[in-house]
């Protein structure tokens, strides 16, 4: 109960300073999602010989860009998918989103990976919640008030107009600032899993990009 109560308030707040990873930890799906894709890399070495080759039939990241907004341009949020603290801002972020305006794959994906290469950013680079539209990429606080501006938690609570007053207001140096400060020590808060989240019973497969965008 306790965290239900402490983690809104550090929302609003720090979307008034324009920054932080931690929506809410609604964790009610984390227990019922399924996990894969392990970051262990001595698991990878067990591969089959087809799972290995279908590793590597990834698109170029501009082709993959162009595939996931060819026929749906709502934007993407990129997340740590092994972070407890970002997998229950998913979670927040699906409860405050109920008309589908935001898509999600983690980082980690091969969706998420070309996506970051796409926008000139490194394969590996987890450092951030990116939030990729058809306009660009946003990183930091803008993401997080990208992502805030298309949230609807109660219809007379207006999201959008608080990210505007935040970015306008704060200087990015200032909300970038906090922000890292939370990205930096997010495995400390709420700790880490040793595998990658995906919505594999279906409930919001709309919601997150199918990674066979990123294969042949």
């Known amino acids: 109960m306790f965290k239900r109560l402490i983690f809104p308030v550090a929302l609003l707040s720090?979307?008034?300073r324009s920054s932080c990873l931690a929506f809410v930890p609604i964790?009610?799906?984390?227990?019922?999602?399924?996990?894969v894709a392990s970051t262990d890399t001595t698991e990878s070495r067990f591969l089959s010989s087809e799972?290995?080759?279908?590793?590597?039939?990834?698109?170029?990241?501009?082709?993959?860009?162009?595939?996931?907004?060819?026929t749906d341009d709502r934007p993407v949020i990129l997340f740590d998918g092994v972070c407890n603290l970002c997998n229950s801002a998913v979670n927040l972020a699906l409860d405050w989103d109920p008309s589908g305006k935001l898509r999600f794959a983690a980082l980690q994906s091969n969706v998420g990976k070309s996506l970051l290469q796409a926008h000139g950013r490194g394969a590996d680079d987890i450092s951030s919640i990116v939030f990729v539209t058809t306009r660009g990429a946003y990183t930091k606080s803008d993401a997080i008030?990208?992502?805030t501006a298309e949230l609807n938690p109660i219809p007379?609570?207006?999201?959008?107009?608080?990210?505007t007053l935040g970015q306008i207001v704060v200087?990015?140096?200032?909300?970038?600032?906090?922000?890292?400060?939370?990205?930096?020590n997010?495995?400390?808060?709420?700790?880490?899993?040793?595998?990658?989240?995906?919505?594999?019973?279906?409930?919001?497969?709309?919601?997150?990009?199918?990674?066979?965008?990123?294969?042949?």
């Open 27 to 35: 964790v009610r799906r984390l227990d019922s999602s399924v996990y």
């Open 145 to 147: 008030l990208g992502i």
């Open 171 to 184: 200087p990015r140096i200032l909300r970038d600032a906090v922000y890292d400060g939370v990205a930096n």
């Open 156 to 163: 007379f609570l207006p999201m959008k107009s608080v990210a």
């Open 14 to 16: 720090a979307t008034v």
């Open 51 to 70: 799972e290995g080759v279908a590793k590597n039939r990834s698109l170029v990241p501009s082709d993959v860009l162009k595939r996931i907004f060819q």
């Open 186 to 216: 997010r495995y400390s808060i709420m700790g880490k899993r040793d595998v990658c989240r995906i919505d594999a019973d279906g409930e919001f497969d709309d919601r997150f990009v199918d990674e066979k965008l990123a294969e042949y």
